[in-house]
């Protein structure tokens, strides 16, 4: 694989980048017709949920960092699901569970809130309306993605390698859902890179979503439907689970850096870990070290190493325990954990978290200045693996994050929202946002966001650069048993020899490996006016503008 040929797209009217072509250019349709980048987020956001089923589905979650030009605010919304209110460690350990499963209806425990993060996000939309900033009408958000259901898209090379590896290599656990094999598999047959991919049952819940609203698709007949083949199944979600679910807005976190502000998620996501690495880089003269060295490289892991064990301790649902955000995200704190960084020896660290993750960054922003970042994620590839029939939604198995474990940080308990990965990025500049970025990658998400930020801020690179350039992930990765500081072969020997010199078990991975995340971001040049953006050549992405 070889970097994007789309190198720096630039454009002065708005701009959009995400994981997959399709969805870019949903998005782009949007703001060329006049929406504005909440408008054109819903847009890309529906057709990701229709193209990139290994990734995101209705059936996922999602958070979004919204900055509203009208307002002059930045937003975040919290569209994760809450555990149901019969999701109890009790109901497990009856049914002979020591944790909670990865794949099958028992997996997905907690309710899907990707649909409700539209609701949340149509209000905003409708503020910037009134200021004269968009126009979209809630029917045309979803024009592509119902036309993808319907008539079908060509399977792309990602989704072609995770329905061969997944029907493959864990074929009983996905294949023996009928709701799971009549969806992907039609004919009983894997589908291949370029054959057509029609959803019919996906497209009429999402007419009804059209019709109905966001609210439908949790107190209506799609609602119901899914709660119907939870109890048949032996599913622990019910009809009042879906009801009682709302998305919030809540308050994003923030840290100075290098005269930026980089602004994030708070809890459940684990968005103060990736501002906790950036916190302790502002100690470092990180320009001074040179891009891609070891001492880069060392930095970044070693700053990675402590904010993920401040993340360890205390992240869960805010409402279930006090976390003390204002001390672990202050200037004091960055410092005392920068002091505690050896440049010449890697620091042991404990047990890394579960590798699995596949999830969707994407960004936009339009003329007026309004920006989003985006990230929806069902968790595992396709999530618990599981479909109730007549719905054509993928459910996402969350849930199975959770420990049955009552002492632990993040035990199960009905109406919790569990610890999640998923967290969007921006940074601000002067009180405007200057760069939207983020990536998918679980566990590598704050590690990849750090290389992403430090190599535009500190080393000038454009976002193109700052994307294709070679990444590292320390940290479980899927199929293994141990951490290990995995770094992509384009560094050279040479860094690596010295990596490991210095402490790190390095592996060697694959140029472009998919395994480092997809990123994605857009710089704003507010003097110029111009915008520039990058998608990530591991993913089918494109980043495009108008």
């Not at 979209?136 to 008539?151: I, K, N, Q, T, V």
């Not at 009928?178 to 497209?203: T, Y």
């Not at 899927?478 to 010199?501: C, K, P, Q």
Request: charged share 20%; aromatic share 8%.
């Amino acid at each position: 694989m070889t970097p994007s040929q789309s190198a720096n797209p630039m454009a002065l009217r708005g701009m959009v980048a995400s994981p997959h072509y399709l969805a870019s250019g949903a998005g782009l349709d949007v703001l060329r017709r006049g929406g504005n980048a909440v408008e054109a987020a819903i847009a890309v956001s529906a057709v990701l949920a229709v193209v990139y089923p290994q990734m995101c589905t209705l059936g996922g979650d999602a958070f979004w960092l919204v900055w509203d030009a009208s307002q002059k605010k930045l937003a975040g919304i919290n569209a994760s699901g809450r555990a149901g209110l019969g999701a109890t460690r009790e109901a497990y350990l009856a049914r002979g569970r020591r944790r909670i499963p990865a794949r099958g209806w028992l997996a997905c425990c907690t309710v899907p809130g990707l649909v409700s993060g539209w609701e949340k996000a149509w209000e905003l939309a409708e503020g910037m309306r009134r200021h004269a900033m968009g126009g979209a009408s809630w029917p045309s958000l979803f024009e592509d993605a119902l036309a993808y259901c319907r008539e079908g898209f060509p399977v792309s090379s990602s989704l072609a390698f995770w329905l061969k590896a997944d029907t493959a290599s864990a074929g009983p656990r996905l294949q023996q859902d009928p709701g799971f094999a009549a969806c992907f598999m039609p004919d009983g047959r894997r589908l291949g890179q370029g054959d057509v991919l029609r959803q019919p049952d996906l497209a009429e819940t999402l007419e009804r979503i059209v019709r109905g609203g966001p609210r439908e698709f949790y107190e209506g007949s799609i609602a119901s439907r899914i709660a119907s083949a939870m109890q048949a199944k032996g599913g622990l979600l019910a009809f009042e689970d879906f009801r009682r679910h709302r998305a919030d807005f809540v308050a994003p976190l923030r840290v100075g850096y290098r005269g930026f502000e980089a602004c994030n998620l708070p809890p459940n996501t684990q968005g103060m870990a990736s501002l906790g690495i950036l916190n302790i880089l502002e100690n470092f003269d990180v320009a001074g070290l040179g891009e891609g060295t070891a001492d880069y490289c060392h930095l970044l892991v070693e700053a990675t190493k402590l904010a993920f064990a401040d993340r360890d301790r205390w992240l869960t649902d805010p409402d279930f325990q006090d976390i003390p955000l204002d001390f672990l995200l202050s200037k004091e704190h960055g410092r005392e954990q920068a002091g505690r960084v050896d440049m010449a020896r890697a620091m042991p660290f404990g047990n890394a978290l579960d590798p699995a993750g596949d999830t969707v960054w994407f960004g936009t922003m339009d003329r007026w200045g309004s920006a989003v970042s985006l990230i929806q994620s069902v968790y595992y590839d396709f999530g618990s693996g599981v479909v109730p029939e007549g719905t054509g939604v993928l459910l996402q198995n969350r849930g199975c994050y959770f420990s049955l474990d009552p002492r632990h940080v993040n035990c199960l308990e009905p109406g919790k929202r569990t610890f999640h990965t998923l967290n969007p990025a921006m940074l601000l500049k002067d009180g405007r946002p200057w760069l939207v970025y983020g990536t998918m990658g679980g566990e590598g998400q704050p590690q990849t966001q750090a290389a992403v930020a430090t190599r535009i801020v500190d080393f000038g690179m454009s976002p193109q650069e700052a994307v294709d350039a070679p990444r590292w992930v320390y940290g479980r990765t899927w199929g293994a048993d141990s951490s290990a500081l995995r770094l992509e072969s384009r560094f050279g020997r040479d860094i690596a020899v010295e990596l490991a010199r210095r402490g790190h078990e390095v592996k060697s991975a694959e140029p472009y490996d998919s395994a480092m995340g997809h990123a994605g971001a857009i710089l704003a040049d507010a003097a110029a006016g111009v915008m520039q953006g990058a998608a990530d050549p591991r993913s089918d992405g494109l980043a495009c503008g108008c």
